[in-house]
């Protein structure tokens, strides 16, 4: 397995396990978990994709990787701690 295999592997892993356990009910959609491993994931096979010059599949995670990082933002307490959202 090349470098780029292994690095794409991780990401739809990490995308995978998400997805899962958002479609039965164990994560929110909009918990951090969901959110960062959406960030995390999509990252991961934006990167895999730029390694190999797949550049379809750069922009759709970059664009994905995005969208999951404007959410964050828009689920970040204002004015507040985040550790008591974080338990």
């Known amino acids: 397995m090349s470098i780029p295999d292994i690095i794409a592997t991780t990401g739809v892993i990490i995308l995978l396990v998400a997805f899962f356990l958002n479609l039965n009910k164990k994560v929110s959609a909009t918990s951090y978990y969901y959110i960062i491993s959406n960030i995390a994931g999509a990252g991961l096979c934006c990167l895999s994709s730029y390694l190999i010059r797949f550049y379809p599949f750069v922009i759709l995670e970059a664009i994905w990787a995005t969208v999951a990082i404007v959410s964050l ?13 974080n338990k």
């Open 73 to 85: 933002f828009k689920n970040v307490p204002r004015g507040t701690s985040t550790k008591k959202y």
